[in-house]
C-alpha cells in the first residue's frame, strides 16, 4: 500500500458519502474527544486526513461497529492521542459507512491503523496492540518522518495555493469531472512543477477511460484485440486489481509484435506512473516488462 494512487477515491469523489459514523461502544461520543481525534468519512478525507497529515502525522484508525476488538482497542488508541497533546492525531474511519477509504487501504480486517505523513501511508499494523507497543511504534514513526512535516496548524503559513486548483476540486466534489479535468490540465500546463497538478491530470485521465469501458471487457476481451485487452486492464486496475491488470499488459507486450507491442509497453508504462515510482509491486513490473521485452 505504500504510495499507491488512492483511484477509488478520486473516482467516488462526486457521490462520496456524506453521513458521518458513530462511533462504537466506549469510544464516547463524537467530538468528546476534542481536535486530537476526529471521525472521518469519505467526503472529509481528503481535508482532514490527507491536507492535514502535511502537518502532523495522523493515525487513522479503520474499525467497525460489529467488531468486539474494535471496541476495545478504540479508547485505547483515543487516551493516547490525548496523551500527546496534538503531536499527532487520531482519525477515525468506520468502514462500513465509508467504503472507499476501507478499499483504498485494502482492508481485510479490523482493527486496521495505518500512518500517513505529507498525504503518504509510511507505517501500519492490523489487531489490538497492548498499549506500550502501540506507543513504542508511533514514537518510531515520528522519529522517521518528523522532518517532513510542518507543524500542527498555527506554525508557519502554507504556500498560496492556486485559485484553479480550489475551484477544480470544488467542481470534482461537485460531480463535474471534465470540467474539473479542464482546469488541472490548464495548472499543469502553466506550471510543469506542479507535481500535484500533474499527477491528478494522470489519474482523472485514466479514471475517466477506465469508466468508459464495459467491465464484461475483462472476460469478453479477444486474445489477439490489442484495444481490448488494453480496456481490460484499464477496467481490472479501476477495480483495484493493480497485479492482474499490469498481467494483462505484460502478456500483450509478449503476445504482440511491432507497433503494437510498443503500444502495450506505453501503457504500461502510463500505468505505472499512477503509483509512487519505489512501489514493490511497480518495481516487479518494470523487471518483469524488461525481460519481455529483451
Known sequence: MSGAVDLSGLAAKAEAARRAPTRPPGGGAPGAAGPVVVDVTDASFETEVIGRSSQQLVIVELWAAWSPESQQFSPLLEALAERAGG???????????????????????????????????VAAFNGPQPAAQVQGWIDE??????????????????????P?????????????????????????????NDVEAASTVRNLEFIVRAQGHDPSIIDT???GDL???LAAADVLLLSQQPEAA???VLAAVRGFTGDDKDRARKRLLELFELFEPTDPMVAAARRRLAAALY
Not at 101 to 119: E, H, T
Not at 166 to 188: F, I, P, S
Open 87 to 121: 503531536e499527532w492525531v487520531l482519525a477515525r474511519v468506520d468502514v462500513d459507512a465509508s467504503p472507499g477509504i476501507a478499499q483504498a487501504f485494502g482492508v481485510q480486517s479490523v482493527p486496521m491503523v495505518v500512518a500517513l505523513a505529507a498525504g503518504q501511508p
Open 141 to 162: 514513526v515520528l522519529a522517521k518522518v518528523g522532518g517532513v512535516l510542518t507543524g500542527a496548524p498555527g506554525g508557519a503559513p502554507e504556500p498560496e495555493q492556486d
Open 164 to 192: 484553479r486548483m480550489a475551484a477544480a476540486e470544488q467542481l470534482l466534489n461537485d460531480g463535474d469531472v471534465d470540467g474539473a479535468l479542464a482546469l488541472y490540465r490548464q495548472v499543469a500546463e502553466s506550471d510543469p
Open 221 to 223: 476481451a479477444a486474445p
Open 227 to 229: 484495444d481490448a485487452q
Open 246 to 248: 499490469f498481467d494483462r
